[in-house]
């Protein structure tokens, strides 16, 4: 079965960055439209950014002009580039292939003041 593996994550400084790799597998990835999703502590799962096969980007108004979603298709991965990270950006971050509702383990993003 077609599996989702995020990475990246860690601990960082307010006003630093990370980037976030998600790396699939299966014939779909391709084709499919790519999500990054989070989830802070006592939060429901909220959406951070979309892009579609065709990589058309869509971003969380919280998160506009600081991160930026790309794919490699070739590398069957998906990125999230994460710039000016704020303490309100702690969360588990989770990568969903929107086609298949798959999706992967989480990577823990920690941003202290």
């Known amino acids: 079965q077609a599996q989702l593996v995020e990475s990246g994550g860690g601990s960082v400084q307010a006003g630093g960055s990370l980037r976030l790799s998600c790396a699939g597998s299966g014939i779909l990835f391709k084709i499919s439209d790519m999500g990054w999703y989070r989830q802070a502590p006592g939060k429901q799962r909220e959406l951070v950014a979309t892009?579609?096969?065709?990589?058309?980007?869509n971003y969380a108004d919280s998160v506009k002009g600081r991160f930026t979603i790309s794919r490699d298709n070739a590398a069957n991965t998906v990125y999230l580039q994460m710039n000016s990270l704020r303490p309100e950006d702690t969360a588990v971050y989770y990568c969903?292939?929107?086609?298949?509702?798959?999706w992967g383990q989480g990577t823990q993003v920690t941003v202290s003041s």
């Open positions: 969903n292939n929107l086609r298949t509702g798959r």
């Open positions: 892009i579609s096969s065709r990589s058309i980007t």
